[in-house]
């Protein structure tokens, strides 16, 4: 039998690995007390994926992802951890969620982003960063809707950290929508691979505009020397942040358990049963 797997990957900078560690721990020890066998360390690399000959299958028996012992050890493919039958907890995004990851994976729970600019409770929305000088600093909006600077964002050059994300590109998207608008609002649209390296882009001047989710725009504020050279022009609405998910094939007893130990966890940083 394959043993678990858990990670916790969309937050895991290099800086704060001690941190996301600890994180670790702390959820590693609440469901060992419900008599869940979880793993003693996430994974980081594919390298750490238990292997599964023949590929990954659905439900029907289609193959979805490679075995994880042919990619590259040490990268980490987010959807060969997302699909991996012995996934027992990790971070996902809404954006593959709804692009087909949901009917594999099954929602655990929720983080609280109340610690962060920009978040409220399970619900977290992105900063819209510029070169410091092009516009006036914006703070988020009390209500949690969309704040957005279209005469300041119009022509601009706009960088994103993948075209499957919730917080980089997806709400943003839909937020000029709902203002008569579009991403041909934009001049050019480019991916930097990660909300850090647009961050870098906006800085450096290979990209005028970015939309980095409030977390991650927390961690640059504390890690990313760029972020010093970029300001706070808008916000994106709130939305639901990162949820926690496990296997299709994860039990109901695990998850009712899982989620009684995100539930007795509630009062701690980032951590909140799902709604």
């Keep these: ?36 066998d979880a793993p003693q360390t996430i994974v980081r690399r594919n390298g750490d994926l238990p292997p599964v000959p023949g590929g990954i299958h659905d439900a029907e028996g289609a193959l979805i992802a490679p075995d994880p012992a042919t990619l590259p050890p040490d ?25 087909g990851l949901s009917s594999h994976v099954q929602v655990v729970g929720q983080p609280s982003y109340d610690a962060y600019e920009g978040g409220q409770g399970e619900l977290y929305s992105s900063a819209l960063v510029m070169r410091t000088g092009e516009g006036p600093e914006a703070r988020s909006p009390a209500d949690g809707k969309a704040l957005l600077p279209l005469d300041l964002m119009r ?20 937020d000029l929508q709902a203002a008569g ?13 990660g909300h850090r390296g647009s961050i870098v882009a906006v800085a450096e001047g290979r990209a005028d ?4 989710d409030c977390e991650s725009w927390a961690l640059a504020q504390r890690f990313e020397p760029a972020a010093s050279k970029v300001v706070v022009i808008g916000w994106t609405a709130r939305r639901k942040g990162l949820p ?14 899982m989620r009684e130990a995100l539930a007795g966890l509630a009062e701690q940083p980032r951590i909140q049963r799902v709604g």
């Design 1 to 36: 039998m394959i043993e678990s797997i858990a990670a916790l990957p969309m937050y895991d900078w290099p800086e704060v690995r001690g941190e996301v560690d600890a994180q670790w721990v702390l959820l590693r020890d609440a469901f060992r007390q419900k008599g869940i």
């Design 209 to 212: 505009i970015a939309a980095i």
């Design 155 to 174: 022509s601009k050059r706009f960088t994103f950290n993948s075209l499957d994300s919730m917080s980089g590109i997806i709400g943003l998207t839909r």
């Design 181 to 193: 608008e579009s991403l041909d609002i934009f001049s050019s649209r480019s991916a930097s691979g």
């Design 75 to 99: 990268e980490l493919d987010y959807h060969q951890l997302w699909l991996h039958p012995a996934l027992l907890f990790a971070q996902t995004c809404w954006g593959p969620m709804e692009l």
């Design 244 to 257: 926690f998910i496990t296997a299709r094939t994860t039990p109901e007893k695990t998850i009712r358990a």
